[in-house]
């Protein structure tokens, strides 16, 4: 009996709570119980010590008195959302305080306990509230020093990657541009049994044609004008470790040649030279495009992806994940005013700031939204403790922050011509279904052309 009782007590292995009290004894007596359900937990007395908490580490829930010595539960609600949207928030009332229990729950948080607290019904509840964030808690845990994500979109998307990771078989990863395809690689990397050897990144659309080949394979002195040495290639550079190749839908048909004999034989050879090369490396590829369609236009080689795809990993684009959104903006904003050498806490975006976020399409992904944080940062006043829509509209050049046009695209008096050219590649993006290539047909330049663009803002 005693141990179909124990297979039924929930299970808080994963997670990390935050209980603020100011009754030690009342922290101390939850604590206990949730350590043994397995839960890592914090207890403060105060809103001084439960916001340095927050500012140290992002808990999956909290569970805060509504009466403290210094405020109540509820000023410290807003501070936690905000960093952590998918986060629970739980009151506890005492004296008959229902009513502001109820307003808290207007606010955003999940639930109310009345005093004293049933530690296996908070622990009941937390299962209830939290089951799939221990899932993808596990994933973003494992993940996080390469990549930050909350949303259940990524963590969908990244489920297989310690999987992956333990294969030395090639990863294919698709994914718009920004979207942190080279993060993931690197996590690839650094999850796997070659994590102490070279990680190498080559960019195949970023090197001209006739140099691609040269910089993959190395070259021999003489082997051409200008090899005055002998050039290791980024295969040998990665022996031993990982190469990732981005951009691999942009490899011009003859480094597609090259690149699926070394596939198969395991084997470089030189530019000029005559002797094979052994190399061992774990291929990681990355895309933009659909790969399928360049199969059909005659552009990319199906044997070839038949080689890369072993896995695939397909990461969806950022405005299709909210919560990262809201994650990532804060993250990019205290790293950018840290940067900055600002000593003062860094102020928390409102919630109509991260609705406004939310709205932008985010063309460039995640490293757009890095740029725009950075353009905040440097314009922010001394002294702001919270950032409104106003603050950030005027770094968004698109419909997201400006009313729309009834027909074609509308640039506000006084736009830079920086976000004005933005405001119309945003449009040619919308009106293509975000397909790049049809894009830069509307725009009237060419595809490499929007693409670097893209990189350079977003």
């Not at 296996?120 to 299962?127: G, T």
């Not at 795809?309 to 990019?332: G, H, W």
Request: zero cysteines.
């Amino acid at each position: 009996m005693v141990e179909e009782a124990e297979k039924r007590l929930p299970d808080l292995t994963g997670l990390l709570l935050l209980l603020l009290d100011d009754d030690a004894a009342i922290v101390r007596s939850l604590a206990r119980v949730l350590k043994k359900l397995g839960a890592d937990v914090v207890g403060v007395g105060s809103l001084r010590e439960a916001r340095q908490v927050l500012r140290d580490s992002s808990p999956d829930a909290v569970l805060a008195d509504l009466q403290l010595k210094d405020g109540t539960g509820l000023d410290l609600l807003p501070d936690y959302l905000r960093q952590n949207p998918a986060g629970a928030f739980y009151m506890i009332t005492g004296h008959g305080s229902i009513d502001n229990a109820v307003e808290a729950l207007r606010h955003g948080a999940r639930h109310y306990f009345e005093k004293p607290v049933d530690p296996l019904q908070l622990a009941a509840q937390l299962v209830d509230d939290l089951g799939a964030n221990q899932a993808r808690g596990g994933i973003a845990a494992m993940l996080e020093p390469y990549l930050l994500m909350a949303d259940p979109a990524m963590a969908e998307a990244l489920k297989d990657l310690p999987r992956f990771a333990a294969s030395d078989e090639p990863v294919l990863i698709q994914g718009e541009t920004g979207t942190g395809k080279e993060l993931v690689a690197r996590a690839l990397h650094g999850l796997g049994n070659r994590s102490q050897e070279p990680f190498v990144a080559i960019n195949s659309g970023a090197i001209p044609d006739t140099m691609l080949e040269a910089e993959l394979f190395g070259y021999e002195k003489g082997a051409f004008t200008g090899a005055s040495r002998m050039h290791r290639g980024r295969f040998e550079q990665a022996n031993g470790g990982t190469l990732f190749l981005d951009e691999i839908g942009d490899m011009p048909p003859a480094a597609q040649v090259s690149l699926l004999r070394v596939l198969e034989e395991g084997m470089v050879y030189r530019i000029g030279g005559e002797r094979g090369i052994p190399v061992d490396v774990r291929v990681v590829a990355a895309t933009h495009r659909p790969l399928e369609e360049r199969i059909e236009s005659g552009l990319f080689r199906q044997d070839l992806l038949f080689r890369l795809n072993v896995f695939e990993i397909n990461l969806p684009p950022l405005r299709d994940r909210p919560l990262d959104i809201a994650l990532l903006a804060q993250r990019f904003l205290d790293n950018s005013l840290r940067d900055m050498g600002r000593k003062e806490p860094a102020p928390v975006l409102t919630e109509d700031a991260l609705a406004l976020l939310r709205r932008h399409p985010w063309p460039g992904n995640v490293r757009e939204l890095r740029n725009v944080m950075t353009r905040l940062a440097v314009r922010l006043p001394e002294g702001v403790r919270e950032i409104s829509a106003r603050l950030i509209s005027p770094l968004l050049p698109n419909a997201a922050a400006a009313p729309a046009a009834a027909d074609g695209v509308l640039i506000p008096k006084g736009t830079t011509l920086a976000d004005a050219e933005w405001l119309l590649i945003d449009a040619a993006l919308k009106e293509a279904d975000y397909h790049r290539g049809k894009a830069a047909k509307l725009l009237g330049i060419g595809e490499r052309t929007l693409r670097r663009k893209l990189n350079q803002s977003g």
